[in-house]
């Protein structure tokens, strides 16, 4: 894949901060079907996907 300098180094800051995000998520929640997700767990991966998202759009 040929991606520029700057590219390569928002891929790499991007990945991380998508590792740090699922990071603050139980395993239980990663690894459920989205149907079979509580409330408060569709709630908890809004709120971390938000936060991602903060972090890009600056």
Do not use: Y
Not at 7 to 18: E, G, K, R, W, Y
Not at 20 to 31: E, K, P, R, S
Not at 49 to 55: D, G, M
Request: aromatic share 6%; proline share 3%; glycine share 4%.
């Amino acid at each position: 894949m040929q991606l520029s300098e700057e590219d390569q180094q928002n891929s790499f800051v991007a990945a991380l901060i998508h590792d740090i995000a699922h990071i603050t998520l139980a395993d239980g929640m990663l690894n459920k079907p989205v149907p079979s997700l509580s409330h408060e767990e569709l709630e908890n991966i809004g709120i971390t996907a938000a936060w991602e998202n903060s972090c890009f759009c600056r």
